[in-house]
């Protein structure tokens, strides 16, 4: 796997998060999951981001805009990765 698909697939597991969040589908169970692949990934800021997210799970605003920082993030290293 090439690292452009690797980051896809991280933005695309940010998006499920959030997706869990605004339609109140399991978003902890999700989150949790979440985390636990983007931890294994090894980006310690990327991490960072999504912790955030689900740490304020209780407040979906807030979580939302970690994970819109996070997909943020990934768009720049893919930018990045692509130029």
Same mark, same amino acid.
């Given at each position: ?5 690797r980051?896809?697939?991280?933005? +695309?597991? &940010?998006?499920e998060?959030k997706?869990?969040? *605004?339609? $109140?589908r399991?978003?902890d169970?999700t989150g949790? /999951?979440v985390? +636990?692949v &983007?931890?294994e990934a090894?980006?310690?800021? *990327?991490? $960072?981001f ?6 304020k /799970?209780?407040n +979906? ?5 970690y994970l819109?920082?996070?997909? $943020? ?7 990045? /990765?692509?130029?």
């Open positions: 796997m090439s690292n452009l698909e980051l896809q697939i991280l933005t +695309e597991i &940010i998006g998060f997706t869990a969040i *605004l339609m $109140d399991e978003p169970k949790r /999951l985390l +636990e &983007i931890q090894g980006d310690d800021a *990327l991490s $960072d999504v912790l955030n997210a689900y740490l /799970l209780t +979906e605003q807030t979580a939302v805009q819109d920082d996070a997909r $943020d993030y990934l768009y720049e290293k893919i930018d990045r /990765l692509m130029n």
